[in-house]
């Protein structure tokens, strides 16, 4: 991720140029976009249902597979962008109908269990459709190259893909907070009996939340694609990094899920800078140090969406 | 499986001895000799199993799952990360055999320790969490531990795994065991995991275990009557660290290789499938799910490369209708019976 042609400058910081840290910040800005996506989709089905989908990350890869058989296809990363979240939205409303909706009033552990025999089957049918070894994807080619933001130049994919995140996150925060079907998203996360009692349809609000959750993992997958391939076992990290996520920002929370994927990016970019063997387990470091100033996450409440 | 369906597989036909007179006096004779009967199984398992390297992955797997059961089925605590427990044991030990020649049975205690002491750091910050936290805070937890471990190339062979670990014989004062013999490893192996489990029982049996499963039935009561709840989870969670580092000590030296696998989050999945399916908080229900899984794998394993899919889709069939797992179902039909 050094930059080669990062312009030498006076001043320093650590030993590094002030400008290529803040090409690095930018770089971690879009890692963080990724994280952000795919922490929301999670945050989003644990804030309403209590479930922690444990196929998150096969969703993820899954979502990535679908958007790159159909970029081979169409030519057309477009198509693909659409097609891998409604894929797994699809997918997420079939697995919520028939698996997880058995399994409301029993414990809590039991719909996070079977999210996670299911990330087995997925994961092995896709090894099953597209071979063991995975799939190289660039970015297309009208998101190559790099453009001057001013402090040096910069990938034009990365700079899209904060861009479109940033699109995605205010359209999903004006859907939840400026529509009545986000009112009553928001109310059933506080109290699902109650919309109940008000002749709202709880369970149709979980299945499409589920849905959404898993549409949003899909396109975070798509997206991630240009940046490192696809393989079968992909979504594995990625669970990981969205639990750290989520356990950072505070569980349930958007806001919270925005503001840690950011942050979780960052760290990785500045990490990869400063200690590139390091990398990996800056993200679990910092949640380590969450936990132990600040358990609940940085903008956790109990039950609500943020 | 929440604390409360766990609870009602444990009244319905765990461990508990039966509060009705008359009934359920057969399953309360076998609870009160729960080691006893484990251990005669496990005696002839051997000759029951298809071949004997498998009996000894099932014994090894079952100490693992066993391990795990005391933290999921009998503390309530769901743990995604329990691999770094099986991995920390098992590099623990071959480090120990490879890079300073110790003795086998050194090894086993500082594979041991080495996972204790990996149990305990990760149990300090995990407990802070509580619920469904607690499952993705260890497996990320247990993540980093696998990079760690990774990246220390030098000690524990990176991504080739830690090779060489060579015991072939066992010398003990008065005589010298030849571990290349299959049946002499098995018993050798089992002598360990009798102790274990042997230890694993009487730790149930002591207000110890009776608070664990206080802790499990109702948190917040246990915590009103004045158990320092927090430490004693804690406490849970080392305790079962130590024993899966003894399951991947003995597992180092029986398989003379660390897979770099054995820290994987596949790893950490694979002691919570064997609980379930073997049915968790049941004392014998983790040697059912090893040999389930063992041999789920082996089988499938011969008909297609694809034998995940079967296991995963075998689980979800095992969360869905039968959340029991196949022991716990066995001593709930017995119990309904009026065994």
Redesign the interface.
Same mark, same amino acid.
């Given at each position: 991720m050094l930059q080669e042609d990062a312009p030498v400058n006076d001043i320093t910081l650590a030993g590094f140029p002030l400008d290529l840290l803040a090409l690095q910040l930018v770089t971690g800005v879009a890692l963080g976009a990724i994280y952000v996506l795919v922490g929301i989709g999670l945050s989003l089905i644990f804030g309403l249902m209590n479930v922690v989908n444990f196929a998150h990350g096969a969703f993820f890869m899954a979502g990535a597979y679908v958007g790159v058989f159909l970029y081979g296809y169409t030519g057309n990363f477009w198509v693909s962008l659409v097609a891998a979240p409604l894929a797994m939205g699809l997918l997420g409303l079939v697995v919520e109908r028939v698996l997880v909706r058995p399994l409301y009033g029993r414990g809590i552990d039991d719909p996070l269990l079977l999210t996670f025999g299911l990330s087995y089957v997925m994961v092995e049918s896709v090894r099953i459709a597209f071979g063991l070894t995975g799939l190289p994807f660039g970015a297309p080619p009208e998101l190559r190259g790099a453009v001057d933001i001013g402090i040096g130049y910069f990938p034009l994919y990365r700079l899209f893909l904060i861009a479109f995140s940033l699109v995605v996150v205010g359209a999903l925060w004006l859907f939840i907070e400026r529509t009545s079907f986000g009112l009553v998203i928001r109310a059933g996360a506080r109290d699902p009996q109650i919309v109940q009692v008000l002749g709202i349809e709880i369970s149709k609000v979980w299945l499409a939340v589920f849905g959404l959750g898993c549409a949003l993992a899909g396109l975070a997958g798509i997206l991630a694609a240009p940046l490192q391939g696809v393989t079968p076992e992909m979504g594995i990290p990625v669970l990981a990094e969205a639990f750290v996520v989520t356990v950072v920002g505070g569980m349930g929370s958007l806001a919270g899920a925005v503001l840690a994927g950011l942050i979780v990016g960052i760290v990785v970019a500045m990490t990869s800078l400063v200690a590139p063997d390091m990398t990996k387990m800056a993200i679990f470091a910092l949640m380590a140090l969450v936990l132990l100033v600040r358990p609940r996450g940085l903008l956790g409440r109990a039950g609500a969406l943020g | 499986?929440? !604390?409360?369906?766990?609870g009602q597989a444990l009244a319905k036909g765990g461990a508990l001895t039966s509060s009705r007179p008359g009934s359920g006096r057969w399953l309360a004779l076998a609870s009160r000799h729960r080691v006893a009967l484990t251990l005669a199984f496990l005696l002839v398992f051997p000759w029951i199993a298809p071949y004997q390297a498998l009996a000894v992955n099932i014994l090894v797997l079952g100490l693992y799952a066993l391990g795990f059961n005391l933290l999921f089925g009998y503390t309530g605590l +769901?743990s995604f990360g329990h691999a770094a427990f099986l991995g920390g044991g098992a590099y623990g030990s071959g480090i120990a055999i490879v890079h300073y020649g110790l003795h086998p049975a050194l090894a086993l205690i500082a594979g041991t320790l080495l996972a204790t002491l990996i149990a305990a750091i990760m149990g300090v910050?995990?407990i802070? /969490?509580r *619920?469904? %936290?607690f499952?993705? /805070?260890t497996?990320?937890?247990s993540?980093?531990v696998y %990079?760690?471990f990774y990246?220390a190339e030098a000690f524990t062979g990176g991504e080739n795994g830690l090779r060489g670990i060579n015991v072939q014989s066992l010398a003990l004062p008065g005589f010298t065991l030849n571990l290349l013999d299959p049946m002499v490893k098995y018993y050798a192996v089992l002598a360990i995991v009798g102790a274990a489990v042997w230890l694993f029982s009487r730790l149930l049996s002591s207000p110890f275990g009776a608070a664990l499963e206080a802790i499990r039935e109702n948190e917040g009561r246990a915590q009103a009557c004045g158990y320092d709840v927090r430490r004693m989870k804690l406490v849970a969670f080392i305790l079962s660290g130590a024993l899966c580092g003894l399951a991947g000590a003995l597992q180092a030296i029986h398989l003379s290789i660390v897979p770099i696998e054995t820290m994987h %989050?596949a790893t950490s *999945?694979q002691a919570?499938?064997m609980a379930?399916l073997g049915g968790m908080g049941t004392f014998f229900g983790p040697f059912v799910g090893a040999a389930t899984f063992s041999l789920l794998q082996d089988g499938l394993a011969t008909l297609t490369s694809?034998w995940?899919?079967l296991? *995963? !889709?075998i689980?979800?069939a095992f969360? +869905?209708f039968l959340?029991l797992g196949i022991w716990g179902e066995v001593l709930a039909r017995l119990r309904r019976a009026g065994w």
């Open positions: - | 499986m929440s !604390a409360q369906a766990s +769901l910050l995990a802070r /969490t *619920g469904i %936290y499952a993705m /805070t497996l990320a937890l993540m980093c %990079y760690a990246r %989050y *999945g919570v499938m379930l694809h995940q899919l296991v *995963g !889709a689980f979800i969360v +869905l959340p």
